[in-house]
């Protein structure tokens, strides 16, 4: 990521922090799918990185009960204390924030059952995150991330009715991009990427809101001109389309699901099939 680039998203995540888990909308599916397949632990010890606000961390915590401590890492402060705000009390002792780096995670090797990451993966310099994943994993760990992939995000409300809106959001990874990632990391396996579809429907004036409140750092990329030109452009979009009642729409993401490979007692591992 360019430093300038950088400097936008540590302003962008430090102003929208407070709001953030009221504007963004949470999907408790793939953490019903996460809780699935972590259940057989007696006691699970993960990280969540690019935690943000905690909205994910609420939704983990309460799903796995006090059997599960998480590591919250974020390199936005301000995100962080939200997230302290929001966990405690009632999960105090379940979870720590850490300020820290998706590149080069403050964490000891081979501690984490679990590196989950939800809406976040694009941000990170991704080869250096996988291999950070994988050294901090126990063998055997999941590494989850939910994400949603460039196509997903064409067919959304700001792909189809939002001028510029996927021309700007470069930094999305398409599926076979994230795939090949991972597999291009040894000792990651790839289990399975699943995808979602949520119905959704609001109101151009919530949809106007979310967009001036920028709940998608994409909107922090756009000039101040370009932003009210493309903005005004979209709620004639949007009027064009449903009129005055409510929007449909989808949106659309993706569960990629990858582990840490076992190691036999004597270190062989199954040679990588190319
Ligand atoms: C789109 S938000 C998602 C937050 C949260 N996971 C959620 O879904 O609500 C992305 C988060 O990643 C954090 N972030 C961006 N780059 C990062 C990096 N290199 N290392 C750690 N965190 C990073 C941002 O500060 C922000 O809180």
């Not at 997903?152 to 021309?167: A, I, M």
């Not at 190691?263 to 062989?268: D, Y």
Request: charged share 25%; glycine share 8%.
């Amino acid at each position: 990521m360019s430093s300038a680039l950088d400097a936008t998203m540590r302003r962008h995540f430090a102003t929208v922090a407070s709001r953030y888990r009221e504007l963004r909308t949470t999907d408790p599916q793939p953490v019903q799918i996460i809780v699935g397949l972590l259940r057989l632990l007696p006691h699970v010890v993960a990280t969540d990185v690019g935690c943000g606000a905690g909205r994910y961390d609420a939704l983990l915590l309460r799903g796995m009960g006090d059997r599960t401590f998480l590591h919250c890492i974020d390199s936005n402060e301000h995100m962080l204390g939200e997230l302290k705000r929001h966990l405690n009390p009632q999960h105090s002792g379940c979870f720590e924030t850490v300020l820290g780096q998706a590149g080069a995670l403050p964490l000891k090797s081979e501690t984490q059952d679990a590196v989950l990451t939800f809406n976040a993966v694009h941000h990170f310099p991704l080869k250096a995150f996988l291999e950070e994943s994988l050294r901090v994993m126990k063998p055997g760990g999941y590494l989850l991330v939910y994400t949603r992939f460039r196509g997903q995000n064409e067919r959304n409300v700001w792909g189809r009715y939002f001028p510029q809106f996927t021309d700007k959001e470069a930094r999305l990874f398409e599926g076979d991009e994230l795939s090949e990632a991972i597999v291009g990391v040894e000792g990651l396996t790839l289990e399975s990427v699943i995808p979602f579809h949520y119905r959704r429907e609001s109101r151009l004036e919530r949809l106007v809101e979310q967009a001036v409140s920028h709940h998608y750092s994409t909107f922090s990329l756009y000039s101040e001109g370009e932003f009210q030109e493309a903005l005004v452009q979209f709620e004639n979009n949007v009027r064009r389309r449903f009129g005055s009642g409510p929007v449909s729409y989808y949106d659309e993401n993706s569960l990629v699901i990858a582990r840490k490979e076992r190691r036999s007692k004597g270190g062989w591992r199954a040679p990588r099939v190319v």
